[in-house]
Protein backbone atom coordinates (compact mmCIF):
# COMPACT_ATOMS: atom_id res chain seq x y z
CA UNK A 1 0.00 0.00 0.00
CA UNK A 2 2.72 2.23 0.89
CA UNK A 3 4.28 2.01 -3.03
CA UNK A 4 0.97 2.63 -3.98
CA UNK A 5 0.71 5.68 -1.88
CA UNK A 6 4.18 6.49 -3.32
CA UNK A 7 3.92 6.14 -6.63
CA UNK A 8 0.62 8.24 -6.36
CA UNK A 9 0.81 10.94 -4.92
CA UNK A 10 -0.65 13.10 -7.76
CA UNK A 11 -3.58 10.94 -7.50
CA UNK A 12 -4.02 11.30 -3.65
CA UNK A 13 -4.04 14.81 -4.22
CA UNK A 14 -6.73 14.78 -6.80
CA UNK A 15 -8.93 12.65 -4.88
CA UNK A 16 -8.33 15.17 -2.63
CA UNK A 17 -9.63 17.93 -3.76
CA UNK A 18 -12.42 16.43 -5.75
CA UNK A 19 -13.97 15.31 -2.14
CA UNK A 20 -13.22 18.67 -0.80
CA UNK A 21 -14.44 21.20 -3.50
CA UNK A 22 -18.01 20.57 -2.99
CA UNK A 23 -17.57 22.34 0.61
CA UNK A 24 -17.06 25.26 -1.43
CA UNK A 25 -19.71 24.33 -4.29
CA UNK A 26 -22.62 26.85 -3.70
CA UNK A 27 -25.02 26.13 -6.24
CA UNK A 28 -25.68 23.53 -9.29
CA UNK A 29 -24.36 25.74 -11.86
CA UNK A 30 -20.84 25.80 -9.81
CA UNK A 31 -21.05 21.94 -10.66
CA UNK A 32 -21.89 22.34 -13.73
CA UNK A 33 -18.85 24.66 -14.13
CA UNK A 34 -16.64 21.82 -12.39
CA UNK A 35 -18.38 18.89 -14.46
CA UNK A 36 -17.29 20.76 -17.94
CA UNK A 37 -13.91 20.80 -16.60
CA UNK A 38 -13.59 17.63 -15.63
CA UNK A 39 -14.82 16.23 -18.98
CA UNK A 40 -12.30 18.55 -20.85
CA UNK A 41 -9.72 17.21 -18.00
CA UNK A 42 -9.87 13.60 -18.93
CA UNK A 43 -9.96 14.60 -22.72
CA UNK A 44 -6.47 16.65 -22.34
CA UNK A 45 -5.14 13.91 -19.79
CA UNK A 46 -5.50 11.91 -23.05
CA UNK A 47 -4.39 14.09 -25.69
CA UNK A 48 -0.95 14.87 -23.27
CA UNK A 49 -0.03 11.48 -23.86
CA UNK A 50 0.43 12.46 -27.26
CA UNK A 51 1.72 15.41 -26.99
CA UNK A 52 3.90 15.15 -24.06
CA UNK A 53 5.15 11.85 -24.66
CA UNK A 54 4.71 10.99 -28.47
CA UNK A 55 6.02 14.55 -29.54
CA UNK A 56 2.99 14.73 -31.92
CA UNK A 57 0.20 17.49 -32.26
CA UNK A 58 -3.58 16.70 -32.79
CA UNK A 59 -5.52 19.56 -34.11
CA UNK A 60 -8.52 17.21 -34.18
CA UNK A 61 -9.56 15.80 -30.50
CA UNK A 62 -12.82 18.08 -30.23
CA UNK A 63 -13.64 15.85 -33.11
CA UNK A 64 -13.59 12.53 -31.29
CA UNK A 65 -14.83 14.30 -28.50
CA UNK A 66 -17.95 14.96 -30.71
CA UNK A 67 -18.22 12.27 -32.31
CA UNK A 68 -18.51 10.22 -28.75
CA UNK A 69 -21.03 12.95 -27.95
CA UNK A 70 -23.07 12.14 -31.42
CA UNK A 71 -22.79 8.48 -30.79
CA UNK A 72 -24.17 8.40 -27.44
CA UNK A 73 -26.86 10.92 -28.14
CA UNK A 74 -28.15 9.28 -31.41
CA UNK A 75 -28.21 5.38 -29.85
CA UNK A 76 -29.42 5.96 -27.07
CA UNK A 77 -32.24 8.50 -28.20
CA UNK A 78 -33.10 7.07 -32.21
CA UNK A 79 -31.91 3.60 -31.55
CA UNK A 80 -33.07 3.08 -27.69
CA UNK A 81 -29.38 1.73 -27.00
CA UNK A 82 -28.22 1.64 -23.03
CA UNK A 83 -25.77 4.73 -22.15
CA UNK A 84 -23.12 2.22 -21.43
CA UNK A 85 -23.22 0.43 -24.93
CA UNK A 86 -23.70 3.62 -26.91
CA UNK A 87 -20.66 5.10 -25.31
CA UNK A 88 -18.69 1.74 -25.89
CA UNK A 89 -19.43 1.81 -29.42
CA UNK A 90 -18.61 5.41 -29.51
CA UNK A 91 -15.15 4.63 -27.96
CA UNK A 92 -14.60 1.61 -30.39
CA UNK A 93 -15.69 3.83 -33.74
CA UNK A 94 -13.39 6.39 -32.86
CA UNK A 95 -10.66 4.21 -31.94
CA UNK A 96 -10.91 2.60 -35.70
CA UNK A 97 -11.33 6.17 -37.25
CA UNK A 98 -8.41 7.06 -35.53
CA UNK A 99 -5.93 4.00 -36.06
CA UNK A 100 -7.07 4.60 -40.18
CA UNK A 101 -6.15 7.79 -39.87
CA UNK A 102 -2.79 8.03 -37.82
CA UNK A 103 -1.86 4.61 -39.25
CA UNK A 104 -0.52 5.52 -42.65
CA UNK A 105 0.26 8.97 -41.74
CA UNK A 106 2.51 8.24 -38.73
CA UNK A 107 5.09 6.11 -40.93
CA UNK A 108 5.87 9.68 -42.53
CA UNK A 109 7.87 12.08 -40.51
CA UNK A 110 7.15 15.58 -39.25
CA UNK A 111 3.73 17.02 -38.07
CA UNK A 112 1.68 15.36 -41.31
CA UNK A 113 -0.71 14.28 -38.71
CA UNK A 114 -1.94 17.88 -37.36
CA UNK A 115 -2.86 18.67 -40.78
CA UNK A 116 -4.59 15.26 -41.29
CA UNK A 117 -6.67 15.44 -37.72
CA UNK A 118 -7.40 19.39 -38.92
CA UNK A 119 -9.15 17.95 -42.15
CA UNK A 120 -11.14 15.10 -40.07
CA UNK A 121 -12.03 18.35 -37.56
CA UNK A 122 -13.55 19.82 -40.72
CA UNK A 123 -15.17 17.19 -42.30
CA UNK A 124 -16.70 15.76 -38.84
CA UNK A 125 -18.18 18.98 -38.69
CA UNK A 126 -20.06 19.58 -41.51
CA UNK A 127 -21.45 15.98 -41.98
CA UNK A 128 -22.98 16.36 -38.57
CA UNK A 129 -24.22 19.69 -39.54
CA UNK A 130 -25.88 18.94 -42.79
CA UNK A 131 -26.86 15.27 -42.17
CA UNK A 132 -29.71 16.94 -40.11
CA UNK A 133 -32.39 13.77 -40.54
CA UNK A 134 -29.65 11.93 -37.95
CA UNK A 135 -28.00 14.84 -36.27
CA UNK A 136 -30.63 17.50 -35.71
CA UNK A 137 -28.42 19.34 -37.47
CA UNK A 138 -27.07 22.59 -35.97
CA UNK A 139 -29.72 22.74 -33.79
CA UNK A 140 -28.28 19.37 -32.18
CA UNK A 141 -30.26 16.79 -30.40
CA UNK A 142 -30.47 15.77 -26.93
CA UNK A 143 -29.10 11.61 -25.34
CA UNK A 144 -31.53 9.60 -22.94
CA UNK A 145 -30.56 10.11 -19.17
CA UNK A 146 -27.60 8.53 -18.44
CA UNK A 147 -27.87 5.00 -16.16
CA UNK A 148 -26.04 2.37 -14.93
CA UNK A 149 -27.27 -1.03 -13.44
CA UNK A 150 -30.48 0.50 -12.82
CA UNK A 151 -29.28 3.80 -11.31
CA UNK A 152 -29.76 7.40 -13.81
CA UNK A 153 -27.82 10.25 -13.19
CA UNK A 154 -29.44 13.02 -12.49
CA UNK A 155 -28.81 15.72 -10.19
CA UNK A 156 -25.53 17.53 -10.84
CA UNK A 157 -24.22 16.24 -7.53
CA UNK A 158 -24.36 12.69 -8.70
CA UNK A 159 -22.68 14.27 -11.96
CA UNK A 160 -20.25 15.48 -10.41
CA UNK A 161 -19.11 12.34 -8.35
CA UNK A 162 -19.34 10.63 -11.42
CA UNK A 163 -17.23 12.70 -13.74
CA UNK A 164 -14.64 12.86 -10.80
CA UNK A 165 -14.64 8.99 -10.34
CA UNK A 166 -13.96 8.89 -14.02
CA UNK A 167 -11.62 11.48 -14.30
CA UNK A 168 -9.28 9.50 -11.01
CA UNK A 169 -9.54 6.82 -13.40
CA UNK A 170 -8.27 8.41 -16.32
CA UNK A 171 -5.29 9.70 -14.46
CA UNK A 172 -4.50 6.73 -12.50
CA UNK A 173 -4.55 4.61 -16.37
CA UNK A 174 -2.59 7.59 -17.94
CA UNK A 175 0.17 6.98 -14.75
CA UNK A 176 0.65 3.51 -15.19
CA UNK A 177 0.62 3.30 -18.83
CA UNK A 178 3.78 6.25 -19.04
CA UNK A 179 5.29 4.25 -16.55
CA UNK A 180 5.50 1.04 -17.92
CA UNK A 181 7.35 -0.18 -20.98
CA UNK A 182 4.95 1.20 -23.04
CA UNK A 183 5.37 4.64 -21.79
CA UNK A 184 8.96 4.24 -21.44
CA UNK A 185 8.82 3.49 -25.52
CA UNK A 186 6.68 6.59 -25.93
CA UNK A 187 9.54 9.29 -23.81
CA UNK A 188 12.37 7.15 -25.65
CA UNK A 189 11.56 7.67 -29.26
CA UNK A 190 10.48 11.99 -28.38
CA UNK A 191 13.82 11.70 -26.61
CA UNK A 192 16.08 10.23 -29.82
CA UNK A 193 14.53 8.42 -32.33
CA UNK A 194 16.46 6.38 -33.91
CA UNK A 195 18.19 5.27 -30.67
CA UNK A 196 14.86 3.82 -29.41
CA UNK A 197 14.49 2.37 -33.28
CA UNK A 198 17.96 0.49 -32.90
CA UNK A 199 16.72 -1.08 -29.67
CA UNK A 200 13.97 -2.96 -30.92
CA UNK A 201 10.65 -0.34 -30.46
CA UNK A 202 8.83 -0.14 -33.40
CA UNK A 203 8.06 3.92 -32.93
CA UNK A 204 5.84 4.30 -35.36
CA UNK A 205 3.21 1.45 -33.87
CA UNK A 206 3.25 3.49 -30.65
CA UNK A 207 2.89 6.47 -32.05
CA UNK A 208 -0.38 4.87 -33.70
CA UNK A 209 -1.23 3.19 -30.32
CA UNK A 210 -0.93 6.46 -28.29
CA UNK A 211 -3.19 8.32 -31.04
CA UNK A 212 -5.91 5.51 -30.89
CA UNK A 213 -5.85 5.60 -26.82
CA UNK A 214 -5.88 9.98 -26.95
CA UNK A 215 -8.92 10.08 -28.98
CA UNK A 216 -10.67 7.26 -26.81
CA UNK A 217 -9.68 9.16 -23.97
CA UNK A 218 -11.87 12.37 -25.59
CA UNK A 219 -14.70 9.87 -27.36
CA UNK A 220 -15.17 8.90 -23.94
CA UNK A 221 -15.99 12.34 -22.17
CA UNK A 222 -17.88 13.16 -25.25
CA UNK A 223 -20.05 10.41 -24.50
CA UNK A 224 -20.38 11.34 -20.84
CA UNK A 225 -20.64 14.83 -21.85
CA UNK A 226 -23.83 14.18 -23.77
CA UNK A 227 -25.51 12.58 -21.48
CA UNK A 228 -25.36 15.94 -19.40
CA UNK A 229 -25.64 18.51 -21.35
CA UNK A 230 -29.42 19.86 -22.43
CA UNK A 231 -28.63 19.25 -26.31
CA UNK A 232 -25.19 18.20 -28.10
CA UNK A 233 -24.53 20.89 -30.95
CA UNK A 234 -21.93 20.67 -33.75
CA UNK A 235 -20.07 23.75 -31.99
CA UNK A 236 -18.85 21.48 -29.38
CA UNK A 237 -16.81 20.13 -31.90
CA UNK A 238 -14.86 22.74 -33.79
CA UNK A 239 -11.61 23.61 -34.46
CA UNK A 240 -11.10 26.45 -31.52
CA UNK A 241 -12.45 23.55 -29.11
CA UNK A 242 -8.98 21.07 -30.68
CA UNK A 243 -7.06 24.57 -30.20
CA UNK A 244 -8.29 25.06 -26.65
CA UNK A 245 -7.78 20.96 -25.87
CA UNK A 246 -3.64 21.49 -27.00
CA UNK A 247 -3.67 24.73 -24.92
CA UNK A 248 -4.77 23.41 -22.25
CA UNK A 249 -2.13 20.02 -22.25
CA UNK A 250 0.62 23.02 -23.42
CA UNK A 251 -0.62 25.54 -20.30
CA UNK A 252 -0.91 23.00 -17.65
CA UNK A 253 2.49 21.17 -18.89
CA UNK A 254 3.70 19.07 -21.42
CA UNK A 255 4.40 15.08 -20.62
CA UNK A 256 2.48 16.13 -17.18
CA UNK A 257 -0.44 14.14 -15.97
CA UNK A 258 -1.27 16.40 -13.61
CA UNK A 259 -0.38 19.03 -15.52
CA UNK A 260 -2.84 18.42 -18.21
CA UNK A 261 -5.52 17.82 -15.06
CA UNK A 262 -4.39 21.56 -13.62
CA UNK A 263 -4.32 22.99 -17.19
CA UNK A 264 -7.83 21.91 -18.39
CA UNK A 265 -9.20 22.64 -14.91
CA UNK A 266 -8.12 26.66 -15.07
CA UNK A 267 -8.80 27.43 -18.39
CA UNK A 268 -12.01 26.00 -17.92
CA UNK A 269 -12.98 28.20 -14.60
CA UNK A 270 -11.19 30.68 -16.18
CA UNK A 271 -13.88 32.28 -19.01
CA UNK A 272 -16.41 31.84 -15.85
CA UNK A 273 -14.20 33.73 -13.32
CA UNK A 274 -13.60 37.03 -15.50
CA UNK A 275 -17.43 36.73 -16.68
CA UNK A 276 -17.54 40.13 -15.17
CA UNK A 277 -14.73 41.81 -17.47
CA UNK A 278 -16.62 40.36 -20.63
CA UNK A 279 -15.41 42.25 -23.17
CA UNK A 280 -11.40 41.43 -22.49
CA UNK A 281 -11.87 38.34 -21.69
CA UNK A 282 -9.84 37.41 -24.90
CA UNK A 283 -7.41 39.43 -24.73
CA UNK A 284 -6.43 38.32 -20.79
CA UNK A 285 -6.59 34.95 -21.99
CA UNK A 286 -4.30 35.40 -24.53
CA UNK A 287 -2.18 37.02 -22.21
CA UNK A 288 -1.91 34.94 -19.64
CA UNK A 289 -1.32 32.06 -22.49
CA UNK A 290 1.83 34.44 -23.86
CA UNK A 291 3.13 34.88 -20.30
CA UNK A 292 3.32 30.83 -19.28
CA UNK A 293 4.50 30.49 -23.06
CA UNK A 294 7.47 32.69 -22.35
CA UNK A 295 8.17 32.33 -18.64
CA UNK A 296 7.34 28.92 -17.88
CA UNK A 297 7.56 26.93 -21.27
CA UNK A 298 7.47 23.29 -19.86
CA UNK A 299 3.99 24.52 -18.45
CA UNK A 300 2.62 25.60 -14.70
CA UNK A 301 2.57 22.04 -12.97
CA UNK A 302 6.22 20.79 -13.69
CA UNK A 303 7.67 24.25 -13.36
CA UNK A 304 6.26 24.86 -9.85
CA UNK A 305 6.79 21.07 -9.34
CA UNK A 306 10.87 21.90 -9.81
CA UNK A 307 11.02 25.03 -8.05
CA UNK A 308 9.65 23.44 -5.19
CA UNK A 309 11.92 20.42 -5.71
CA UNK A 310 14.65 23.43 -5.64
CA UNK A 311 13.38 24.58 -2.07
CA UNK A 312 13.92 21.33 -0.42
CA UNK A 313 17.47 20.59 -1.72
CA UNK A 314 19.87 22.29 0.28
CA UNK B 1 29.03 -19.33 -41.89
CA UNK B 2 29.59 -16.53 -40.90
CA UNK B 3 27.52 -14.11 -38.83
CA UNK B 4 27.73 -10.87 -41.11
CA UNK B 5 28.46 -10.81 -45.12
CA UNK B 6 28.42 -7.70 -47.04
CA UNK B 7 29.11 -7.60 -50.95
CA UNK B 8 29.32 -5.11 -52.79
CA UNK B 9 27.83 -2.67 -50.44
CA UNK B 10 27.43 1.11 -51.94
CA UNK B 11 25.76 4.29 -51.08
CA UNK B 12 25.71 7.75 -52.15
CA UNK B 13 24.33 10.89 -50.87
CA UNK B 14 23.52 12.64 -53.83
CA UNK B 15 26.48 12.57 -55.90
CA UNK B 16 29.10 11.43 -53.22
CA UNK B 17 30.06 7.65 -52.27
CA UNK B 18 30.55 7.25 -48.92
CA UNK B 19 30.60 3.68 -49.01
CA UNK B 20 32.13 1.71 -52.51
CA UNK B 21 31.45 -1.72 -53.64
CA UNK B 22 32.37 -3.07 -50.54
CA UNK B 23 32.61 -6.79 -49.27
CA UNK B 24 33.79 -8.27 -46.44
CA UNK B 25 33.03 -11.13 -43.96
CA UNK B 26 32.46 -11.10 -39.84
CA UNK B 27 32.65 -14.24 -37.93
CA UNK B 28 30.64 -15.05 -35.09
CA UNK B 29 32.87 -14.79 -31.67
CA UNK B 30 35.08 -12.63 -32.78
CA UNK B 31 36.07 -8.83 -32.08
CA UNK B 32 36.14 -6.97 -35.13
CA UNK B 33 37.17 -3.60 -35.59
CA UNK B 34 36.81 -0.79 -38.47
CA UNK B 35 39.09 1.82 -38.61
CA UNK B 36 39.73 5.09 -41.23
CA UNK B 37 40.61 8.69 -41.19
CA UNK B 38 37.60 10.93 -40.41
CA UNK B 39 35.01 10.51 -43.10
CA UNK B 40 36.44 7.11 -44.18
CA UNK B 41 32.19 5.93 -44.05
CA UNK B 42 32.84 4.10 -40.86
CA UNK B 43 29.05 5.47 -39.18
CA UNK B 44 27.59 5.11 -42.92
CA UNK B 45 28.33 1.69 -42.91
CA UNK B 46 27.10 1.16 -39.05
CA UNK B 47 23.90 2.49 -40.36
CA UNK B 48 23.56 0.57 -43.31
CA UNK B 49 23.99 -2.27 -41.01
CA UNK B 50 21.76 -1.50 -38.51
CA UNK B 51 18.83 -0.65 -41.22
CA UNK B 52 19.42 3.74 -39.88
CA UNK B 53 20.15 3.91 -43.74
CA UNK B 54 18.95 1.72 -47.10
CA UNK B 55 22.14 0.43 -49.46
CA UNK B 56 21.97 2.28 -52.94
CA UNK B 57 23.20 -0.73 -53.96
CA UNK B 58 24.93 -4.53 -52.44
CA UNK B 59 23.84 -7.00 -49.62
CA UNK B 60 24.26 -6.84 -46.24
CA UNK B 61 24.07 -10.63 -45.05
CA UNK B 62 23.05 -11.12 -41.17
CA UNK B 63 22.74 -14.84 -40.16
CA UNK B 64 22.26 -15.57 -43.47
CA UNK B 65 19.16 -13.64 -44.05
CA UNK B 66 19.35 -10.56 -46.23
CA UNK B 67 18.91 -7.61 -44.34
CA UNK B 68 19.22 -4.46 -46.38
CA UNK B 69 16.50 -2.00 -45.96
CA UNK B 70 15.36 -3.73 -43.00
CA UNK B 71 14.08 -1.48 -40.69
CA UNK B 72 16.29 -1.25 -37.41
CA UNK B 73 13.88 -2.64 -34.64
CA UNK B 74 13.41 -5.73 -36.72
CA UNK B 75 16.96 -6.50 -36.59
CA UNK B 76 16.97 -5.65 -33.14
CA UNK B 77 14.63 -8.41 -32.33
CA UNK B 78 16.70 -10.61 -34.84
CA UNK B 79 20.14 -9.74 -32.54
CA UNK B 80 21.92 -6.58 -33.78
CA UNK B 81 22.43 -3.62 -31.25
CA UNK B 82 24.85 -0.75 -31.76
CA UNK B 83 26.00 2.59 -29.80
CA UNK B 84 26.49 6.11 -31.37
CA UNK B 85 29.26 7.70 -31.86
CA UNK B 86 27.38 11.20 -31.42
CA UNK B 87 25.00 9.78 -28.81
CA UNK B 88 21.24 8.40 -28.88
CA UNK B 89 20.53 9.25 -25.37
CA UNK B 90 16.92 9.67 -23.75
CA UNK B 91 18.13 12.63 -21.63
CA UNK B 92 14.18 12.95 -20.83
CA UNK B 93 14.69 9.55 -18.62
CA UNK B 94 16.79 8.34 -15.87
CA UNK B 95 20.04 6.13 -17.17
CA UNK B 96 18.16 2.87 -15.50
CA UNK B 97 15.29 3.45 -17.79
CA UNK B 98 17.50 4.07 -20.38
CA UNK B 99 18.83 0.44 -19.77
CA UNK B 100 15.36 -0.62 -19.35
CA UNK B 101 14.25 0.75 -23.02
CA UNK B 102 16.87 -1.33 -24.35
CA UNK B 103 15.29 -4.36 -22.66
CA UNK B 104 12.18 -3.51 -24.46
CA UNK B 105 12.09 -6.81 -26.55
CA UNK B 106 12.02 -9.11 -23.59
CA UNK B 107 9.61 -7.45 -21.20
CA UNK B 108 6.19 -7.57 -20.27
CA UNK B 109 4.20 -5.20 -22.25
CA UNK B 110 0.85 -6.06 -23.13
CA UNK B 111 -1.37 -2.91 -23.66
CA UNK B 112 -4.04 -3.63 -20.67
CA UNK B 113 -1.07 -5.17 -18.23
CA UNK B 114 0.46 -1.55 -18.73
CA UNK B 115 -2.59 0.49 -17.89
CA UNK B 116 -4.36 -1.83 -14.99
CA UNK B 117 -0.70 -2.38 -13.42
CA UNK B 118 -1.38 -6.19 -13.20
CA UNK B 119 1.01 -7.67 -10.78
CA UNK B 120 3.05 -9.76 -13.66
CA UNK B 121 4.20 -6.77 -15.17
CA UNK B 122 5.01 -5.19 -11.90
CA UNK B 123 6.98 -8.63 -11.15
CA UNK B 124 8.66 -7.91 -15.13
CA UNK B 125 9.26 -4.30 -13.89
CA UNK B 126 10.97 -5.18 -11.07
CA UNK B 127 12.71 -8.12 -12.61
CA UNK B 128 13.90 -5.82 -15.66
CA UNK B 129 15.00 -3.10 -13.49
CA UNK B 130 17.09 -5.04 -11.16
CA UNK B 131 18.85 -6.84 -14.52
CA UNK B 132 19.58 -3.40 -15.67
CA UNK B 133 21.14 -1.91 -12.69
CA UNK B 134 23.12 -5.26 -12.83
CA UNK B 135 24.03 -3.57 -16.38
CA UNK B 136 25.31 -0.76 -15.35
CA UNK B 137 27.32 -1.92 -12.85
CA UNK B 138 28.85 -4.28 -15.61
CA UNK B 139 30.18 -1.35 -17.35
CA UNK B 140 31.34 0.44 -14.72
CA UNK B 141 28.28 2.73 -13.88
CA UNK B 142 27.16 1.70 -10.42
CA UNK B 143 26.88 5.03 -8.92
CA UNK B 144 24.88 6.54 -11.42
CA UNK B 145 22.00 3.97 -10.45
CA UNK B 146 19.54 6.74 -9.56
CA UNK B 147 20.94 9.13 -11.89
CA UNK B 148 19.22 11.36 -14.38
CA UNK B 149 20.34 10.89 -17.88
CA UNK B 150 20.83 14.51 -18.46
CA UNK B 151 23.27 14.98 -15.32
CA UNK B 152 25.77 12.33 -16.87
CA UNK B 153 28.83 13.17 -18.01
CA UNK B 154 29.92 12.41 -22.17
CA UNK B 155 32.14 9.09 -20.85
CA UNK B 156 29.20 8.06 -18.76
CA UNK B 157 26.83 8.16 -21.36
CA UNK B 158 28.87 6.52 -23.87
CA UNK B 159 28.65 3.66 -21.20
CA UNK B 160 25.31 3.94 -20.44
CA UNK B 161 24.92 2.98 -24.43
CA UNK B 162 26.71 -0.07 -23.99
CA UNK B 163 24.31 -0.92 -20.80
CA UNK B 164 21.46 -0.32 -22.91
CA UNK B 165 22.53 -2.59 -26.25
CA UNK B 166 23.40 -5.12 -23.47
CA UNK B 167 20.05 -5.13 -22.32
CA UNK B 168 18.60 -5.91 -26.09
CA UNK B 169 20.47 -9.44 -25.71
CA UNK B 170 22.45 -8.62 -29.14
CA UNK B 171 24.35 -11.98 -30.97
CA UNK B 172 26.32 -8.50 -32.94
CA UNK B 173 27.09 -5.59 -30.93
CA UNK B 174 28.18 -2.35 -33.13
CA UNK B 175 30.10 -0.13 -31.00
CA UNK B 176 30.83 3.33 -32.42
CA UNK B 177 34.14 5.05 -31.11
CA UNK B 178 33.40 3.99 -27.58
CA UNK B 179 36.38 5.26 -26.53
CA UNK B 180 35.98 8.89 -28.25
CA UNK B 181 36.29 11.59 -25.60
CA UNK B 182 37.41 9.53 -22.64
CA UNK B 183 40.40 9.76 -20.36
CA UNK B 184 42.90 6.78 -20.32
CA UNK B 185 41.09 5.50 -17.10
CA UNK B 186 38.23 5.11 -18.98
CA UNK B 187 39.29 4.27 -21.87
CA UNK B 188 41.17 1.10 -20.19
CA UNK B 189 37.59 0.09 -18.62
CA UNK B 190 36.06 0.28 -21.58
CA UNK B 191 38.65 -1.58 -23.03
CA UNK B 192 37.72 -4.66 -19.84
CA UNK B 193 34.22 -4.19 -20.96
CA UNK B 194 34.43 -4.97 -24.94
CA UNK B 195 36.69 -8.05 -23.77
CA UNK B 196 34.33 -9.26 -21.47
CA UNK B 197 31.20 -8.72 -23.81
CA UNK B 198 32.97 -10.79 -26.29
CA UNK B 199 34.21 -13.28 -23.79
CA UNK B 200 30.59 -13.81 -23.23
CA UNK B 201 29.76 -15.19 -26.59
CA UNK B 202 28.41 -12.00 -28.46
CA UNK B 203 30.27 -10.69 -31.50
CA UNK B 204 31.76 -7.04 -31.41
CA UNK B 205 32.34 -4.44 -34.45
CA UNK B 206 34.58 -1.89 -33.03
CA UNK B 207 34.91 1.41 -34.67
CA UNK B 208 37.59 3.17 -32.79
CA UNK B 209 40.51 5.91 -33.18
CA UNK B 210 42.41 4.88 -30.63
CA UNK B 211 44.96 2.52 -32.02
CA UNK B 212 46.59 1.37 -29.25
CA UNK B 213 42.99 0.00 -27.96
CA UNK B 214 42.05 -1.47 -31.65
CA UNK B 215 45.38 -3.29 -31.49
CA UNK B 216 45.35 -4.79 -28.37
CA UNK B 217 41.66 -6.08 -28.59
CA UNK B 218 40.84 -6.99 -32.48
CA UNK B 219 40.82 -10.37 -33.94
CA UNK B 220 40.46 -8.80 -37.43
CA UNK B 221 40.51 -5.30 -38.87
CA UNK B 222 38.95 -3.75 -41.89
CA UNK B 223 40.70 -0.18 -42.70
CA UNK B 224 38.32 2.12 -45.02
CA UNK B 225 39.68 5.13 -46.91
CA UNK B 226 37.32 7.08 -49.14
CA UNK B 227 34.35 4.28 -48.79
CA UNK B 228 36.64 1.68 -49.87
CA UNK B 229 38.41 -1.39 -48.38
CA UNK B 230 41.60 -0.49 -48.34
CA UNK B 231 43.01 -3.02 -46.23
CA UNK B 232 41.56 -6.20 -44.04
CA UNK B 233 44.01 -8.68 -41.56
CA UNK B 234 45.32 -9.19 -38.15
CA UNK B 235 46.44 -6.61 -36.07
CA UNK B 236 50.07 -7.57 -36.85
CA UNK B 237 49.04 -7.34 -40.84
CA UNK B 238 47.76 -4.41 -40.50
CA UNK B 239 50.41 -2.83 -38.58
CA UNK B 240 53.27 -4.05 -41.50
CA UNK B 241 50.80 -2.77 -44.83
CA UNK B 242 52.38 0.01 -46.00
CA UNK B 243 49.23 1.22 -47.97
CA UNK B 244 47.91 1.55 -44.05
CA UNK B 245 50.87 2.91 -43.21
CA UNK B 246 50.80 5.60 -45.84
CA UNK B 247 47.05 6.46 -45.37
CA UNK B 248 46.46 6.82 -42.13
CA UNK B 249 48.43 5.00 -39.27
CA UNK B 250 51.68 7.68 -40.66
CA UNK B 251 49.08 10.81 -40.33
CA UNK B 252 48.01 9.44 -36.86
CA UNK B 253 51.57 9.03 -36.06
N1 LIG C 1 23.17 11.57 -44.20
C1 LIG C 1 24.21 11.98 -44.94
N2 LIG C 1 24.02 12.84 -45.95
C2 LIG C 1 25.05 13.26 -46.71
N3 LIG C 1 26.32 12.87 -46.53
C3 LIG C 1 26.58 12.01 -45.53
C4 LIG C 1 25.55 11.52 -44.68
N4 LIG C 1 26.10 10.68 -43.79
C5 LIG C 1 27.41 10.64 -44.06
N5 LIG C 1 27.70 11.44 -45.10
C6 LIG C 1 29.02 11.63 -45.71
O1 LIG C 1 29.61 10.38 -45.85
C7 LIG C 1 31.00 10.45 -45.60
C8 LIG C 1 31.37 9.43 -44.55
O2 LIG C 1 30.91 9.88 -43.29
P1 LIG C 1 30.96 8.97 -41.99
O3 LIG C 1 30.28 9.72 -40.92
O4 LIG C 1 30.46 7.63 -42.31
O5 LIG C 1 32.52 8.92 -41.70
P2 LIG C 1 33.29 8.28 -40.48
O6 LIG C 1 34.27 7.34 -41.05
O7 LIG C 1 32.35 7.76 -39.47
O8 LIG C 1 34.05 9.54 -39.90
P3 LIG C 1 34.48 9.90 -38.39
O9 LIG C 1 35.73 9.17 -38.09
O10 LIG C 1 34.69 11.37 -38.42
O11 LIG C 1 33.33 9.51 -37.52
C9 LIG C 1 31.31 11.87 -45.19
O12 LIG C 1 31.81 12.55 -46.32
C10 LIG C 1 29.96 12.40 -44.80
O13 LIG C 1 29.87 13.78 -45.03
MG1 LIG D 1 31.92 8.15 -37.55
Known amino acids: MSAFLQRHRGLLILAACIVLLPLAVQNDYHYDVLINAGLNAIVVVGLNLLIGYAGQISLGHAAFFGLGAYASAILTTTYGWHSLAAMGAGMAGVGVLAYVVARP ?31 GGPDGMSAAPFSVFGYTFQSEKSWYWLVGGCLLAAVWLSSNLIDSPIGRALR ?14 DTTHYKVLIFVISAIFASFAGSLFAHHTPTVTPSILGFIKSVEFVVMAVFGGMASVMGSVVGAVIMTLLPNLLASIEDYEPIILGAIMMGTMIF ?12 LRRKEAP | ?23 FTIEAGTIHSIIGPNGA ?18 SVRFDDREIG ?7 AALGMNRTFQNLQIFHNMSAVENVMVGAHLHVQKGL ?15 ETRKHCWELMDFVGLGQYRDAEASAMSYGALKRLEIARALAAKPKLLLLDEPAAGLNDTETREVDEVIKRIAGQGVTVVLVEHDMKMVMGISDHILVLDYGAKLAEGTPAEIRSNPDVIAAYLGNVG
Open chain 1, 105 to 135: ILRLKGHYLAMATLGIGIIISIVLNTEAHIT
Open chain 2, 69 to 75: GVEPHKL
Open chain 1, 188 to 201: ALHGAEVGARVVGI
Open chain 2, 41 to 58: GKTTLFNLITGVYTPSSG
Open chain 2, 1 to 23: MSLLKVTNLTKSFGGVSAIRDLS
Open chain 2, 112 to 126: AHSLLRLPSLVRSEV
Open chain 1, 296 to 307: MPKGLVPTIAKM
